[in-house]
């Protein structure tokens, strides 16, 4: 029997690991567009494996490691940036990015907590408050985002932010900071109120909201809705009834009150999509 010497057998390790990188760079999710009636399984606790994989696209933060998700069908695609949860890049959001490369969207969840994610209110708590404390660093993390997809040969260069709860906040910050983008649609995220600063945003906004979301009450959705009206931003905002702060992502938590409202809610966004990004 021939023996392996520790040179070869490191050679054989870093062709094959070169091989299996090469894989799941090229992995990409089949085109699947959910139908009017049907929400993505992503959201509704029913999705499949992962089809994407981790990329490093923000070169100021070797810790940080975004999950891109490609569609099938040959491009040019437009692009849409996920902007994670309070506790930060978690498999729910993977999923989704999957969902938006199956309705033919290039889909970079971003990572704004350096790798990190929290496993309770504590620790999320902490991430949140660390990373609102630098707002700029947020927007430079965004704006590499928008970068790294741009410099695709497969995109379209039009990109929107989605966001949920924190990450609907930072959708929301980084409109007001950045130009480098075409759509923003926030989740139950943090609002503002200032004509003035809502003058800073240079495209249409998404959003939907929670009646039942303590954390955002329905007078300041009304009062951020009276701001973009008075600062001239077109805008396609909705509050739904009988759900709570994290329905849309989370329809499986009540689906039997949540999954009405989520549809909706996704028709609504898919339609704003194709307004800012075109198909």
């Not at 029997?1 to 999710?29: D, E, P």
């Amino acid at each position: 029997m021939k023996s392996t010497n520790l040179f070869q057998l490191t050679c054989r390790l870093v062709v094959c690991g070169a091989f299996f990188a090469a894989m799941s760079v090229n992995a990409t999710v089949p085109y699947a567009p959910t139908a009017e009636d049907e929400l993505p399984a992503a959201i509704t606790g029913n999705a499949g494996p992962l089809l994407g994989t981790d990329v490093a696209y923000y070169a100021s933060n070797p810790r940080t490691r975004g999950y891109l998700a490609i569609p099938a069908e040959p491009g040019p695609h437009p692009s849409v940036i996920l902007i994670h949860e309070w506790n930060g890049l978690d498999q729910r959001v993977r999923e989704t990015a999957d969902a938006f490369a199956a309705e033919g969207y290039i889909a970079l969840a971003a990572d704004l907590y350096s790798g990190r994610t929290g496993s309770n209110r504590q620790e999320n708590m902490a991430l949140v408050n660390e990373t609102l404390a630098e707002p700029d660093e947020l927007v430079a993390n965004l704006e590499a985002a928008v970068t790294f997809l741009d410099a695709r040969e497969d995109t379209t260069g039009r990109t929107a932010t989605i966001g949920w709860c924190y990450g609907g906040g930072v959708a929301l910050s980084f409109a007001l900071g950045s130009d480098a983008h075409q759509g923003t649609s926030i989740f139950y995220g943090r609002l503002l109120d200032d004509p003035k600063r809502m003058q800073h945003i240079h495209h249409p906004v998404y959003g939907t909201f929670a009646r039942n979301d303590a954390g955002i009450p329905v007078a300041q959705v009304d009062a951020f809705v009276a701001a973009l009206r008075n600062a001239g931003i077109e805008n396609d905002v909705h509050i739904y009834d009988h759900v709570q702060h994290g329905f849309w992502l989370h329809v499986d938590r009540d689906p039997g009150t949540s999954t009405g409202p989520a549809l909706d809610a996704w028709q609504r966004l898919k339609a704003y999509l194709n307004r800012v990004l075109g198909s």
